[in-house]
């Protein structure tokens, strides 16, 4: 679930990237630009600047949200709040709601400006103490409450601040254009009134941002609203105008927020956002008469207390499938469902932390998921292994002795990086045949990675872990070695996953990342693979020098000649950097591209980019998406690129409304390596009626240098002209 | 069907022979390799001929790739190129991931012609300064020998400009093995961490390895216990003293074939250790390396003998069959020591080409050279041969196709047989024309 913080960093990043650095305006201004686009969930500036051109429409609340997020970015910036977070427009936006909030209650007049100035400055630290609490302690985001609080203690303080401030008189509705469906003037009008501007131009706007922004989160307003205005019109009677669209406006918000920014995009978040739209409806009804006593305007509270009970319901759910919620650092709508699927294709369903197979060399699968004797009921999700030598035979001899068997006191290893919660070593062997009845595990290491995740390695040899309780170990390190001891008759490794540090927890589902099997007698690296029993794989291995020849060093940075299709050259200068969150990734020094990347683990790995398609990073992306640090002959492996990044322009925003009900939309392409001298990677892949090809070569010392895309008859190239040492 | 006619012997009597326990498994004869007929390879290629079997090649790389990647994630074979640098040989063994380790300049020409520098290990004692020179270009892994090789590699690479990565090789004296000091720096003595020091005082060479190598056919595997314990001393030392952490440890070749050795008593294929074995000697003694952070060396093995030898064969047809006057028979067969240098070393497992009948009796199995070292076997119960019939001597993979000479006769032909069964040649046999195009006659004598 992100916390607010993170969808700032998103917000953040994702603006930052895709905007060319030479057009950055001021920091000042884009922080301003930022916030406006916080309103709306929307990331870039340009579409910041919309809605700052929307608030205009209605100068006096323009003027004073305007004021408003100034003043806000004044006082978070000498209070030091937090320079990433100010410039991303976090202290920002609920000052502009303030601001707006008082420009359309108030007249001008220096009272008012006292006014909002005292109320920006309450938003301000209640925003950062509520952050404090709610995003730090629930992990729950702030929305708009600091702006409803402070709202509401402003308004009804109005009154006693003497004759300084006065109340706008109410609107009087006007009417639609004739030309113009009620409905559809009703969602104009509840759009503006998201920046307390009700009227059809600025909500005109307000849509245009939002369209331009996501062409799912747009459906998803149109959604909401559709909804609330059915309630209207049967369920419940709204009797005023000002209601009414404070129902669609919290409605649309609402649809928003839950289909697609906090939960990926798909019918099943679809299906949340109208059960929480129809929540909405409720709390709106509800809470109208209650405000209407105290002489208050509901303002946000239905879209606040919506999201927050819904995200916290949610939360506890055993199993984040479908609706799948947002964790992870993205962007718009469509952002998250690309992002997601990628993710879901490229490194399988299982939690983030990814479990490599706890051995070194080759074991065989003797008992699956769901196996025949032991893995059944609350431990079905368990695997056993044992080593087969090219016969078939587990053991050497008669196998009546424990040092026949081909794994006994082999090597077992960390699957990924954690820390050592239990280590049993003094259970004895088991004789060949025989088992502990009353010791499930025998000798066992039990290892945390992450919040609800552990694993479990059992029937180890006695004495043959020297790890302590509190211990950190790393991806690969020697837990102990095999063994017979516990409930096992033959020795044998028996692995599992499990959500608390209880022996005997029920397993959770596993899967083991990058393993190789043979196919055919063709290795083939599996990304994610729940093997079979039967099954025979390896983990990958780190060979020095082709991951030397596959680094990026930090500060390095190459120029790079690209071609497009048409023949068009183009200079592009890249640069290796690492973020303060020590992310690393390539920059392109010219169209604000970026790439990251990882390359500590098994093999290099590209997580993301954004950019043009003109772009080499766009090409390292798809010729080297993944590359093993060891290339056993014939190596094969899959990976699978976002679809949409192949798509031109037109085709992507139809596609946008599409893609949510689809199946998956990943562009599946295989690859294969040669290294003679040179290494040379080649990709192909299908994409609708045409070929997708891809190649890379690399020269050691020098990283790759030459790179190509060809898409059906077109082609993209790229080779290194020139490059600097770090 | 006619029995063939078989002149007649007085053989005496032996009760032994009707034991299962005797040498008569010998005579069970071998009629294809890898499922081509002899007869037609020798068809094809001629006799003598040599026939390498890939699927052979192929499965016991993969055997000793994983016995030691079952207990050592980070081990990286180096095929010895001098054991045999037939190109086909070792593009098989490149293609399942090896790297190179070659002692001489002619065979680095050859590994770079296969793989990249940084995965060519260059041993040996005589490296004169064009080779250093273009190994270091090429980024090879120089395993320094003698003090003499690393001010000259010093002064290769500081004319070069270039910081290149080397090892020092060390000896050391092991329990059950017989001395081996010949090359490197000696552990005991101190020689090895004095090297080590001068290397990192000359500030021109990285110490990246360490290496060692034990002997040849050493079938005790706590010797490589040792070797891998001492050597794991001696990196901790290094860590401690000098703050590098070793890139890789090589712990040289030597393991055994499962060929059988004059003199030994029980046959190779019982008295060889496994890979397993070897593998987890060497793990066993590896888990004294204590590198800060737990850093993981690269475990190089460069062998050679036990990959190779049993992939390859040598097809003979017997030229004469002879009764020496001490009453054994004698065959005379088409290929003698000069192509089968390893006879001196080998009891080499004969096996003939095609079914025999007769009682099996003591003979010598000479080669066709005018010399009296010419002795492919010296005694072994063997069936009645005839003139034509063929033999297949096993186990000859190794060095044979490096060491063997060019005496009164041609090399013959080099065949691979792939593994789909395919039989192809690899090496063509040689011609009179070979030899001559070497020759020059002086004016004078034209």
């Known amino acids: 679930m992100a916390p607010v913080s993170a969808l700032a960093a998103r917000a953040g990043s994702a603006a930052e990237a895709a905007a060319p650095r030479r057009l950055a305006p001021p920091a000042f201004v884009s922080a301003a630009l930022r916030a406006y686009a916080q309103v709306l969930f929307l990331g870039r500036r340009r579409h910041g600047l919309l809605l700052l051109a929307a608030t205009l429409l209605e100068p006096r609340v323009g003027l004073h949200g305007l004021a408003a997020v100034l003043a806000a970015q004044v006082l978070a910036r000498a209070l030091q709040l937090g320079e990433e977070a100010t410039a991303g427009g976090l202290h920002g936006y609920n000052p502009l709601l303030v601001g707006l909030a008082v420009g359309a209650s108030f007249e001008p007049g220096p009272a008012t400006a006292a006014l909002l100035l005292l109320a920006v400055g309450a938003t301000v630290f209640l925003e950062a103490a509520l952050q404090a609490s709610l995003g730090a302690w629930l992990g729950l985001p702030v929305l708009s409450l600091p702006f409803l609080g402070v709202t509401w203690l402003a308004l009804a303080a109005a009154p006693s601040l003497g004759p300084v401030a006065r109340a706008v008189p109410a609107l009087v509705p006007p009417a639609p254009p004739a030309w113009l469906p009620e409905a559809a ?3 104009l009008r509840s759009m503006g009134a998201m920046l307390f501007s009700p009227g059809a131009a600025t909500g ?30 049967h369920v419940f009677t709204f009797a005023s105008d000002p209601s009414l669209l404070l129902l669609h406006a919290n409605a649309a918000l609402v649809a928003v927020a839950l289909g697609g920014v906090w939960f990926v995009p798909q019918a099943s978040s679809f ?40 995200l916290a319901a949610m939360r506890q759910r055993t199993r984040d499938g479908s609706p799948k919620s947002v964790d992870f650092a993205a962007g718009a709508p469509e952002a998250n469902l690309a992002h997601y699927r990628t993710r879901l294709a490229r490194f399988g369903p299982g939690p983030a932390i990814r479990m490599a197979p706890p051995f070194s060399g080759r074991w065989t699968v003797t008992q699956g998921v769901d196996g025949p004797h032991t893995h059944r009921g609350a431990w079905r999700h368990a695997l056993d292994f044992e080593v087969l030598d090219a016969a078939g035979r587990r053991h050497t001899g008669t196998g009546t002795q424990l040092r026949d068997h081909l794994c006994y006191r082999l090597p077992v290893l960390a699957p990924a990086d954690g820390t050592v919660v239990k280590v049993v070593t003094d259970r004895p062997d088991n004789p060949p045949g025989e088992l502990a009845t009353r010791d499930p595990w025998g000798n066992l290491v039990l290892l945390h990675h992450g919040p609800g995740l552990y694993s479990l390695v059992a029937h180890l040899a006695p004495a043959s872990s020297d790890l302590r309780e509190g211990q950190t170990v790393r991806q690969g390190a020697r837990l102990g070695l095999c063994g017979n001891s516990g409930r096992s008759f033959v020795p044998h490794l028996h692995f599992q996953l499990q959500a608390t540090a209880r022996l005997g927890a029920p397993t959770l589902e596993l899967a083991l990342a990058d393993a190789v099997v043979e196919e055919e007698g063709v290795p083939r690296l599996h990304r994610s693979l729940l093997p079979s029993e039967g099954q025979a794989l390896r983990g990958l291995t780190r060979q020095d020098d082709l991951a030397e020849l596959l680094a990026f060093p930090l500060g390095r940075r190459w ?32 169209g604000g591209g970026r790439l990251w990347f990882e390359t500590l683990g098994r093999q290099l790995l590209v997580y993301d980019h954004l950019g043009p398609r003109r772009s080499v990073l766009h090409l390292l992306a798809a010729a080297l998406p993944r590359v093993p640090y060891e290339l056993p002959a014939g190596l094969r492996w899959d990976d699978v690129l976002p679809r949409r990044r192949f798509r031109p322009a037109w085709a992507r925003w139809a596609a946008d409304l599409a893609d949510p009900f689809l199946a998956q939309d990943g562009l599946v392409m295989r690859y ?28 050691p010392g020098r990283g790759p240098v030459e790179l190509w895309l060809q898409v059906g008859r077109e082609r993209w190239s790229a080779c290194a002209v020139e490059e600097e040492e770090p | 069907m006619k029995q063939a006619y078989e002149r007649p012997a007085l053989v005496k009597h032996q009760p032994g022979l009707m034991n299962k326990l005797s040498g008569v498994q010998a005579m069970r004869p071998m009629e294809r390799i890898d499922g081509v007929p002899v007869k037609e390879l020798t068809a094809r290629f001629g006799s003598p001929l040599f026939v390498f079997s890939e699927r052979t090649l192929v499965s016991r790389a993969r055997e000793l790739r994983e016995a030691f990647a079952l207990r ?17 040989v070792c593009k098989v063994f490149h293609r399942e991931g090896s790297w190179a380790e070659v002692v001489s300049e002619m065979e680095l020409d050859k590994a770079l012609r296969h793989v990249p520098g940084s995965q060519v290990i260059f041993n040996g004692p005589y490296k004169p300064e064009g080779a250093l020179e273009k190994a270091f270009r090429a980024g090879v892994r120089v395993h320094l020998d003698h003090f003499d090789e690393l001010a000259r590699a010093e002064a290769v690479a500081r004319r070069l400009g270039l910081r290149p990565q080397v090892a020092i090789r060390v000896n050391m004296a092991l329990p059950g093995t ?18 080590v020091r001068r290397l990192r005082a000359g500030g021109v060479l990285e110490l990246r390895g360490l290496h060692s190598h034990i002997g040849t056919f050493v079938q005790e595997v706590d010797a490589y216990r040792q070797e891998a314990r001492q050597l794991a001393g001696l990196a901790n030392r290094i860590a401690a003293e000098q703050g590098v952490a070793v890139d890789w440890i090589d712990l040289g070749g030597g393991f055994a074939s499962r060929n059988t050795l004059h003199g030994q008593y029980l046959p190779g294929s019982q008295a060889s250790p496994s890979f397993a074995q070897y593998a987890e000697a060497v793990a066993d003694g590896l888990s004294a390396l204590q590198l800060p952070g737990g850093r993981e060396p690269t475990i190089l093995l460069e062998t050679g003998r036990a990959l190779v030898d049993e992939a390859g064969h040598l097809l003979t047809t017997v030229h004469a069959s002879k009764r020496l006057p001490d009453g054994r028979r004698a065959l005379i067969v088409d290929a003698g020591v000069n192509v089968l240098f390893t006879a001196f070393w080998y009891r080499h497992e004969l096996a003939p080409a095609q079914e025999l009948t007769g009682t099996p009796e003591p003979t010598v199995v000479f080669g066709p050279l005018c010399m009296a070292i010419d002795v492919v076997r010296d005694q072994l119960l063997f069936p009645p041969m005839a003139a034509g019939d063929q033999l297949v001597v096993k186990g000859v993979g190794a060095y044979n196709v490096t060491q063997w000479m060019q005496f009164i006769t041609e090399r013959p032909a080099v065949v691979m047989i792939s593994r789909d069964g395919e039989a192809s040649l690899i090496r063509r046999r040689e011609t009179v024309e070979t030899l001559l195009g070497q020759e020059e006659l002086p004016a004078w004598l034209r």
């Open chain 1, 204 to 233: 005109a706007l307000v849509a245009l941002a939002l369209l331009l922004h996501s062409r799912i989160a747009l459906l998803l307003s149109l959604a909401g609203f559709g909804i609330a205005w059915v309630l209207a019109a």
């Open chain 1, 185 to 187: 003037w009703l969602y």
């Open chain 2, 72 to 88: 050592l994630p980070r081990t990286q074979l180096a095929w010895s190129y001098k054991t045999n640098y037939l190109d086909a």
């Open chain 1, 672 to 699: 294969r390596a040669e290294r003679n001298g040179v290494l040379q990677v080649r990709g192909e892949g299908r994409l609708g009626g045409r070929t997708v090809e891809t190649g890379a070569v690399v020269l």
């Open chain 1, 559 to 590: 120029t790079w000649l690209c071609r497009e299709p048409g023949g068009r050259e183009l200079r592009e200068a890249i640069t290796s950097e690492i973020s303060l969150t020590g992310e690393l990734y390539l920059a392109s020094a010219d």
């Open chain 2, 178 to 195: 017989p001395p081996w000091s010949r090359f490197g720096f000696n552990l005991e003595n101190g020689q090895a961490m004095d090297a």
């Open chain 1, 271 to 310: 299906l949340l956002a109208a059960a929480a739209v129809l929540v909405t409806a409720l709390f709106t009804a509800g809470s109208l008469p209650i405000f209407r006593a105290a002489g208050l305007p509901v303002l946000f509270l239905p879209f606040d207390l919506a999201v927050l009970v819904v």
